[in-house]
């Protein structure tokens, strides 16, 4: 059953009206007097209430039409029951489809479909070229240094053929290309120090675009320097700012022109305020409705800025230190810059030192047994290609014994006064390189075996000497083992790794007598330091902790004698 | 052959160029004008904005004369003495407003080299002074303000009876026949100008509408008015030859149909467009490389990549507006007297001075739907405004692009007499930040057309006093 809905009459003296909106599509569900159209007279303007409910079929307005009473909005349908034999309906529909029709073929194309259909195969010509850009470097990493440029002008490459080998705080990678191609430039060198989408370098040639480059960065600057040359052919007024007028000017030095897709809500005064005291007016949280930036706002930024060394990026700089003496007056010195690493290191262990009460306490394990325990497993590490390591077993003793004290796999939360526990047992171990400290994290330790586990550490360490470690493998850890005893320390006091709250040390294990009840008896002993955050751990918690390791490595069914907690 | 020395140089001296040199001067740098004209102006202020609105006025004036008589108010035709006419567009407005800026750069104490200049190393031009002289001007700074020029369509004839802007603001005679080729801003200004003073005006565009960039909605309206004021308006219409003959030009083209037909002009006015002059100023002999379309790039604080030589205006890119090029060159002259600035407006207004005017400032509708962004359209019509039907112009339109979720004011559209007046506010409101609650809190004078965008702004809410469109809940 189908209804037709038409103009009513629009009021003394008036004959027609425009229709300025409609409000409804075909295929809605409308109830009655629900608002269908807007119409627009020489002095009013109304909106025409439905007289009935039901899906809409058919719309036979459209925006701009003249109307007059009695002309035919739109065609209802009452139930599911179609009434093919309707001949109206069955034109109107034929208007809506060619409407339709007409709509598609001037309504713009959505960029991406445009890209999708010439993606696949489309070998650029000659003159196409590509530009490869630094992708995204990791969670709060802004930079990095390159440190070997792999490719050369005039080769050809293949896509995801490395480019260049990047080196940022922690991680170095290696960038691979998002396309093949010939190099016709490069626009970096070694010792650069790069950011996100900065340009590696631009291909020419048969260059095939790899799908998703394409749609992100590729095509899309290609296309829409085509679109704006045709548009400047056209004879136009193109005046209002916008997102994509933007990069008609491309931009060559080091600013970007604003985009303007979703400006902060600043006046030009606040916005002129900010940029003179080299604040991103991006970065300011603005205190009026709807985050309006005022020039207070951007002035408390600043002095937030300047309170919390830990916001500022550099904490080993941003502490007020004197300037060091001459030392050249003394004799003779050199200078050498500071790694990545070692600001890194600098940054983090300030960090550490500066929030964390530290408080270091010792103990010591009798491991007799188990360095012979390790000894028989000599065959079975041989058979699975590696050698089982104390610091192994310490691993899979901390896990189980960061079940049994949840305070030290947590971390403390000041700012929303709460203790974070976490309910993961990933840890860090502390790994000597040629280039400073890196610390690799072995994720779930509490469910690997031992021999999994000494795999795992032997190649993580492998990665962080041939300084391959991704930041994901160096990210997530809750406690760290430093295991210094490979190089002959006893005790000593490590720094927590913030925002950990603790970190086992661990040094060389010597062979000490000790008294067995009738006689002295040659033992190994291993010294054991455990540092710890005294916000949150106490003296005796940690001398309990620390001493269920030891007894943990003395005697491992003592950690069997209790059930785990949950 | 004398060399001389300063610290900021500006190679131009349109609205871009000077509105640089001032502030710079202002700043307390030593600042050298180079410019052709005996005064600074440019394009603008010669044989652009400037002369256009005093034809464009005195066009308003016979046609509100004219439609008086629908009020029982009758004037008789008017004489149209073109001489006097041309004289005062002339003497009393560019002349008068080009020997006032000039006497500001003198109060300024900036040195105006009168000549034409080329680059000729990263800190000397070549000049060719007014008088013939060749000389060298060494400079610190550098900003590059050469504008741009109107693209000529090289198969049409070189001939009196074709003409670019320049040529038509010259107001040589009233043609009797005219093609206008090109429906965009420019074109319909002339055609507005030279349908008042008698001419049959024919408009040509190649596109499917007018001002291809302004919402349709803002068009609507100024192109029901020009078909009553204009012979013809041919869309989707090439043209593609054109022949002089003795008494007119033969000009044919290819209609929306694909078929072939042909008419003769008098005069044809060809307004496709601009160039930027980049070419010929010399960037080749500093290894500056112009893009495709010949725009030279600068960076947010205008400059090249030299960073002590900057460039502003229409030769940077689009859009080609003197006000865009004026807060340019005022950004470059404060980058260099060491401030910390950019080029960050969040709008530049464009403003077609037709009858009726369009103005817009932002976003518009077209621009939204190209990016796929959510925005609520809020419009008044003019037709509910007493001001509007007081001056009998009922058929404007002022809307309000706005973000649903926050309120704020994305865009501003008005069509109608004064539109481009008018515009500075919404211009105001979205370089604020404004939400659309402040426009519509702002009170506004009665009866002005002004009060429009204030009951757009409560048209987004439901709730104008002069129209009834409650919000529709959702």
Not at chain 1, 113 to 139: C, F, H, M, R, Y
Not at chain 2, 162 to 191: C, F, Q
Not at chain 2, 355 to 364: H, N, R, S, V
Request: net charge negative.
């Amino acid at each position: 059953m189908t209804q037709e809905i038409t103009v009513p009459k629009l009021g003394d003296g008036i004959d027609q009206a425009e229709v300025i909106a409609v409000l409804v599509a075909a295929g809605d569900t409308i109830e009655k007097d629900q608002a269908l159209i807007e119409l627009e007279s020489d002095k009013a303007s109304v909106e025409v209430p439905s007289t009935a409910a039901g899906i809409v079929k058919s719309i036979a307005l459209s925006e701009g039409d003249t109307v007059s009473e009695g002309q035919l909005i739109l065609v209802l349908e009452a139930s599911g029951a179609t009434d093919k034999s309707d001949q109206t309906a069955e034109a109107i529909e034929k208007i809506e489809a060619d409407s339709k029709a007409d709509q598609n073929s001037t309504a713009p194309v959505p960029e991406e479909n445009t890209e999708a259909e010439e993606e696949p195969s489309v070998e650029a010509n000659e003159s196409q070229t590509l530009e490869i850009t630094v992708p995204k470097l990791g969670d709060g990493i802004d930079q990095a240094e390159v440190i070997a440029v792999l490719v050369a002008e005039g080769d050809t490459i293949e896509k995801d053929q490395a480019l260049i080998e990047l080196e940022s705080d922690k991680a170095s990678v290696e960038v691979p290309s998002t396309a093949a191609g010939t190099v016709k430039s490069i626009a970096l060198s070694e010792g650069d120090s790069v950011s996100e989408g900065q340009l590696i370098l631009i291909l020419s040639g048969s260059a095939k675009v790899a799908p998703k480059q394409a749609k992100k960065a590729a095509v899309p600057k290609a296309a829409q320097t085509e679109k704006t040359a045709a548009k400047s052919e056209t004879p136009s007024v193109s005046a209002s700012t916008s997102a994509t007028d933007k990069p008609k000017t491309p931009e060559v030095l080091s600013g970007k022109r604003p985009d303007l897709g979703n400006p902060v809500a600043a006046a030009p005064s606040v916005r002129r305020f900010a940029r003179e005291l080299g604040v991103d007016i991006q970065t300011v949280s603005g205190s009026g409705a709807n985050g309006r930036i005022s020039e207070d706002d951007v002035k408390a930024h600043v002095k937030q800025r300047l309170q919390s060394p830990a916001a500022s990026g550099n904490v080993a700089t941003a502490l007020d230190v004197p300037d060091l003496p001459d030392f050249a007056e003394f004799g003779p010195i050199e200078t050498e810059k500071i790694s990545n690493v070692r600001r890194a290191t600098a940054k983090q262990m300030s960090l550490s030192w500066n929030q964390i009460p530290h408080v270091t306490q010792y103990d010591q394990a009798d491991i007799t047994e188990l360095e012979r325990f390790r000894k028989t497993q000599t065959k079975v590490m041989d058979r699975a290609g590696g050698k089982l390591t104390v610091t192994a077993i310490l691993l899979k003793v901390c896990a189980l014994a960061l079940k049994q004290f949840p305070k030290f796999n947590a971390s403390l939360d000041l700012k929303k006064e709460q203790i974070v526990y976490k309910k993961y047992y990933h840890i860090g171990v502390a790994v000597d390189t040629p280039r400073g400290l890196l610390v690799p994290v072995l994720q779930n330790a509490d469910q690997k075996g031992l021999i999994e586990l000494s795999l795992e550490l032997n190649e993580l360490a492998g990665l962080a000497r041939d300084r391959k470690l991704s930041v994901a493998q160096m990210s997530g850890a809750n406690f760290t083992i430093t295991n210094l005893g490979g190089l002959g320390t006893s005790y000593f006091t490590p720094i927590v790794n913030w925002p950990q709250v603790a970190i086992l040390g661990v040094g060389r294990a010597t062979m000490q007598p000790v008294w067995q009840g009738e006689s002295f008896e040659p033992r190994m002993i291993m010294p054991l330091s455990i540092s710890y955050d005294h916000r949150l751990i106490d003296g005796a918690d940690a001398a309990r902790f620390l001493r269920w390791i030891a007894m943990a490595l003395e005697s491992p069914f003592t950690m069997m004698m209790q059930g785990e907690n949950k | 052959m004398s060399t001389k020395k300063t610290q900021v140089t500006v190679l131009g001296g349109g609205p871009g160029g000077y509105a640089a040199a001032f502030l710079a001067a202002d700043l307390g740098l030593d600042v050298t004008l180079v410019e052709k004209r005996e005064n600074p102006g440019g394009v603008c202020l010669y044989e652009g904005c400037i002369p256009s609105k005093a034809l464009l006025h005195a066009a308003e004036l016979i046609r509100e004369a004219r439609h008086a008589s629908a009020w029982g108010l009758t004037f008789a035709e008017p004489e149209i003495d073109l001489d006097k006419l041309r004289e005062w567009k002339d003497k009393g407005v560019v002349k008068k407003l080009t020997g006032g800026v000039g006497q500001l750069a003198k109060a300024r104490k900036i040195t105006y080299l009168r000549g034409s200049g080329t680059i000729k190393d990263k800190n000397t031009l070549a000049i060719t002074t007014h008088e013939g002289k060749a000389e060298t001007h060494t400079f610190e700074h550098l900003v590059i303000a050469t504008g741009s020029h109107p693209i000529h369509l090289p198969f049409l004839p070189q001939s009196e009876r074709v003409m670019d802007s320049t040529d038509a603001l010259e107001l040589k005679d009233i043609p009797k026949r005219l093609l206008v080729l090109g429906g965009g801003y420019i074109g319909l200004e002339m055609a507005t100008a030279y349908s008042a003073f008698g001419s049959e005006v024919t408009v040509v565009e190649m596109l499917d509408s007018l001002l291809a960039a302004a919402d349709d909605d803002l068009v609507k309206p100024l192109a029901k008015r020009l078909e009553g004021q204009l012979a013809k308006i041919m869309l989707k219409t090439k043209v593609t030859g054109a022949e002089e003959n003795a008494d007119g030009i033969k000009v044919s083209f290819e209609g929306p149909d694909g078929k072939a037909f042909e008419d003769s002009f008098d005069k044809i006015l060809v307004s496709v467009g601009r160039r930027p002059n980049s070419k010929g100023i010399g960037l080749e002999a500093i290894g500056l490389d112009t893009d495709k379309q010949g725009f030279l790039p600068v960076n947010a604080q205008l400059q090249t990549q030299i960073p002590h030589i900057y460039a502003i205006g229409d030769l940077v890119g689009q859009p080609m507006l003197a006000h865009k090029a004026s807060h340019e060159g005022r950004t470059a002259a404060e980058h260099i007297a060491g401030h910390k600035v950019a080029f960050e407006p969040y709008a530049i207004p464009a403003v077609v001075f037709t009858d009726p005017e369009i103005a817009w400032a932002g976003l518009t509708e077209k621009e939204a739907q190209e990016q796929g962004r959510k925005v609520e359209v809020a419009r008044f019509p003019w037709a509910a405004s007493g001001r509007a039907i007081t001056l009998d112009r009922t058929e404007g339109l002022t809307k309000m692009i706005v973000d649903p979720e926050t309120r704020r004011i994305l865009g501003v559209g008005i069509v109608g007499k004064g539109a481009g007046e008018l515009i500075a506010e919404g211009t105001l409101a979205l370089e604020m930040g404004a939400v659309v609650d402040d426009v519509k809190l702002t009170i506004h004078a009665h009866p002005t057309l002004a009060e429009t965008t204030m009951e757009s702004a409560e048209v987004f809410f439901g709730q104008a006093t002069h129209v009834y469109r409650p919000k529709r809940s959702k």
